[in-house]
């Protein structure tokens, strides 16, 4: 089986490469200039998944993926201290208007242009076109591995930490996005407000989960690959596995537990 610390495998391909670059890069897309002065939590994540981004022991290639999308996307996971003291993620409501996922929840993020230097810089000018997010306000401390589409595209989650939420007052392109909120991290591990239903694609049965969720009066509901996505860096980031039967499709997740237990054996 695969362990929740084999999943903490950060995006796989090239991720080394990328992270590196960007520190010896300067500009107005250089995240890590942001100095994480929050809690110890948000510290204990900064220095717990920041040395891995550098030296990622796996270095898979792209042949050990089960698909080839050709496309590629990144979303940011936004990470800020609650209240509570509890990690929470910035989430959007997709303008209606818009051709595809119309009124759905999504993370910050879109496809890669030609102009970005890798994923991180692809989701942080997202973030920043989406919902006025400035990128010098982000410490990105992690990727996870890659969520292929049935379009054809490859989603790189990028883990950043928001340390001063005050800081950061959105400004949303309403031609992209309705709304912007906020949910705890923790909710994606547990079955409250949660639901699911088999669905079946290409010959594959998996679960789709539903979260249900109100803020401010207003109700959303987080689903599909968003929800997946938001599964799996829960458990990456806290560290334990979900109180339910994740059963994602193949197709959303770049590396399968036979992968991780071919590479396992091979590197013996």
Excluded at 107 to 134: F, N, Q, S, W, Y
Aim: with cysteine; glycine share 6%; hydrophobic share 35%.
């Amino acid at each position: 089986m695969l362990r929740i610390q084999d999943s903490k495998i950060q995006y796989l391909e090239s991720n080394k490469n990328n992270m590196e670059s960007r520190k010896h890069r300067k500009g107005k897309m250089e995240s890590n200039s942001a100095e994480v002065r929050g809690s110890q939590r948000l510290q204990a994540l900064l220095h717990h998944f920041q040395p891995s981004i550098t030296n990622n022991p796996h270095n898979l290639k792209r042949s050990h993926f089960t698909s080839k999308p050709t496309k590629r996307a990144a979303v940011l996971i936004c990470l800020f201290e609650g209240s509570d003291g509890n990690l929470r993620v910035i989430l959007t409501l997709r303008a209606s208007s818009l051709s595809r996922h119309s009124g759905e929840v999504a993370l910050p993020g879109g496809k890669r242009e030609e102009g970005d230097a890798d994923d991180v810089e692809t989701a942080l000018r997202e973030a920043k076109e989406e919902i006025g997010l400035d990128p010098s306000l982000v410490s990105v401390i992690t990727l996870l591995e890659p969520f292929h589409t049935k379009y054809g595209i490859t989603v790189i989650p990028v883990v950043g930490i928001l340390s001063n939420k005050d800081a950061f007052s959105p400004v949303l392109d309403s031609a992209e996005v309705e709304a912007i909120f906020d949910v705890p991290l923790e909710m994606f591990l547990k079955n409250e407000n949660r639901r699911a239903e088999e669905r079946e694609w290409m010959g594959e049965k998996h679960l789709v989960h539903y979260f249900d969720y109100e803020f401010e009066n207003t109700q959303y509901v987080i689903w599909a690959i968003t929800a997946a996505i938001l599964i799996r860096a829960a458990t990456v980031l806290l560290q334990r596995p979900p109180e339910f039967l994740e059963q994602r499709p193949k197709i959303w997740g770049g590396i399968t537990e036979n992968d991780m237990i071919m590479l396992q054996n091979s590197s013996k």
